[in-house]
Every structure is written in structure tokens, then in C-alpha cells.
């Protein structure tokens, strides 16, 4: 069957307006990821939780993912979570963020907390490929009507919804943490405090020496959790930039400069950045 020749001449200003489009942005052809988490209508999903720790404390010092004492302090205060192995991802879903919620016991007080992932929970009921929180015991409680709080953390594997939503620090820029380790051939470096998505997928560094835009950048590798490290085995030449891309929705972020020249390893430096 013959084709209505104004059809053919839609189709071939469809294809050529597409065509353009790649041409002059090809972000618009191939960006493959349009998620965003701060938009997003949350969707819940079942999963079991647990407690460690102390019960008003942040479950253990720093954990898996390698945040260290900070987990007790603002902006986290001890509102943090272990997560199974199905959800850690071998620590990429280091700082990521969720929602939480019981419903299933009388002490539930069906409001859903906040809490951000710093820590894997390798045992135990984490065993499963289910979904499974090992939360602090001030985030377990934070789940309970108030002054139940006892009542709630006696209930043992507790039926939870969860939901992945975006991480919010007002106020908070994008922290960088050197690791003790560091030397001038060898720098690694905790991320913290990423708003938005809270994951990362890729940690890319720029030294001084290069000027270009998009030249120059490095790849980091993942120590482990929340560590990424770059060992080029030549002196590294500061001040430096560092990239990140996050693995949720894939959204790419500089903070220029950010690691001075007098470095030293255990410092933290702040960029003047964040993804919200």
C-alpha cells in the first residue's frame, strides 16, 4: 500500500529535526538516564530490619563504607543504616538515602525517617537476596510512637516498606576527607555529604598542570565504600579537581580546585558545591 505523500514529507522533517538536535547537542540523543530522585513519586516496597549497636547510638563507628565518626554527628546524627548486600552493591550505594516505615507492630508510628546507608550488613537475616536495614538503634527507634521506642526494638526482624529517595544536607557542600594514607604519589579520599542521588558510579581527579576542559581527568578507582583512591605511581600535582558522577541517575558535578596545594592526609576540604 502506497504511502500519502504528506506522511512521507512528515516523517522526513521528524527525521531531520532529530538529526539536528543530535548534531548540535548530542546529550539529547544519548543521555540514557532522566531519573531524578528529588521529583520522583516514592514507591514502596517491602523489606525486613534489624538493630545493632547501642539502642540511641550510630550502630558502629563509621562502618563498611568509611565515613568514621562523622555518622554520629549533623548532618547524619546517627540516622544511618547497614544494608543488605543486594542494596550495598559493593559499596557504590555508600550514602545513599531512604525512606523507612513500620506499620506491622503496635509501637509502629507509621511515619516514615530518613536514613542514610553507611555501613554493609553482611549477616544474619542480610544473608537473603530480600531487602534487609541494619539500622542503628536511634534510627530503629525513630520508627516508634513516641516513648515506645524499648518496646519497638524488642520486636526482633521487623516487616518495614522502604523507599529510595533524594539526600538533602541544607546547608552542606560536598566534603572531602583525605585518607591517612595519602603521600604525594598516592591520594585517596572519602566523599561526603553528596545531596541528591548520594551514590557514586565514578570519581575522576584533574591536577593543576592541566588546563583544558576536558582534558586531563584521571580515574579514580574505589578503594572500597565510600574510599576512592588514584595511585599513578608518579608525584601528583596539587591543587586538584575532582568529578563526580553519581550511579543513580548518572549526574555529573566538579568541584574545582577543591584539594589546595598544602594538602595534608586526615584533613577534610570542602567544596562549594552539591548536586541540590
Known amino acids: 500500500m502506497a504511502i500519502p505523500y504528506h506522511l512521507c514529507l512528515s516523517?522526513?522533517?521528524?527525521?531531520?529535526?532529530?538529526?539536528?538536535?543530535?548534531?548540535?547537542?548530542?546529550?539529547?540523543?544519548?543521555?540514557?538516564?532522566?531519573?531524578?530522585?528529588?521529583?520522583?513519586?516514592?514507591?514502596?516496597?517491602?523489606?525486613?530490619?534489624?538493630?545493632?549497636?547501642?539502642?540511641?547510638?550510630?550502630?558502629?563507628?563509621?562502618?563498611?563504607?568509611?565515613?568514621?565518626?562523622?555518622?554520629?554527628?549533623?548532618?547524619f546524627s546517627s540516622m544511618i543504616t547497614a544494608i543488605s548486600p543486594s542494596l550495598y552493591r559493593s559499596g557504590k550505594e555508600c550514602g545513599a538515602c531512604y525512606q523507612i516505615k513500620c506499620t506491622a507492630h503496635p509501637s509502629c508510628s507509621v511515619k516514615p525517617v530518613r536514613v542514610v546507608t553507611t555501613d554493609l550488613c553482611p549477616g544474619g537475616p542480610c544473608t537473603s537476596d530480600s531487602a534487609h536495614f541494619d539500622l542503628s538503634g536511634t534510627a530503629f527507634g525513630a520508627m516508634a510512637n513516641p516513648g515506645q521506642e524499648g518496646k519497638l526494638r524488642d520486636a526482633g526482624v521487623l516487616p518495614i516498606e522502604y523507599a529510595r529517595v533524594a539526600c538533602d544536607y541544607p546547608g552542606k557542600t560536598i566534603a572531602f576527607h583525605v585518607d591517612q594514607g595519602s603521600n604525594p604519589n598516592y591520594f585517596a579520599v572519602v566523599v561526603?555529604?553528596?545531596?541528591?542521588?548520594?551514590?557514586?558510579?565514578?570519581?575522576?581527579?584533574?591536577?593543576?598542570?592541566?588546563?583544558?576542559?576536558?582534558?586531563g581527568w584521571r580515574m579514580m578507582q574505589q578503594s572500597w565504600g565510600a574510599v576512592w583512591k588514584l595511585d599513578v605511581g608518579s608525584t601528583l600535582k596539587p591543587p586538584f579537581s575532582i568529578r563526580l558522577t553519581t550511579q543513580y541517575s548518572g549526574q555529573t558535578l566538579v568541584a574545582s580546585r577543591v584539594i589546595p596545594d598544602n594538602w595534608q592526609p586526615g584533613a577534610t576540604y570542602r567544596s562549594l558545591v552539591n548536586y541540590l
Not at 557514586?200 to 591536577?207: P, Q, R, T
Open 11 to 75: 516523517h522526513i522533517f521528524l527525521s531531520c529535526l532529530l538529526a539536528f538536535c543530535c548534531f548540535s547537542n548530542p546529550a539529547l540523543c544519548f543521555k540514557t538516564k532522566h531519573f531524578n530522585l528529588s521529583t520522583m513519586e516514592i514507591r514502596w516496597s517491602a523489606a525486613g530490619a534489624t538493630w545493632y549497636g547501642s539502642p540511641t547510638g550510630a550502630g558502629s563507628t563509621g562502618g563498611a563504607c568509611g565515613y568514621g565518626h562523622i555518622v554520629s554527628q549533623p548532618p
Open 192 to 215: 561526603e555529604f553528596e545531596g541528591g542521588d548520594g551514590d557514586l558510579a565514578h570519581v575522576d581527579l584533574k591536577e593543576a598542570s592541566n588546563k583544558t576542559v576536558d582534558d
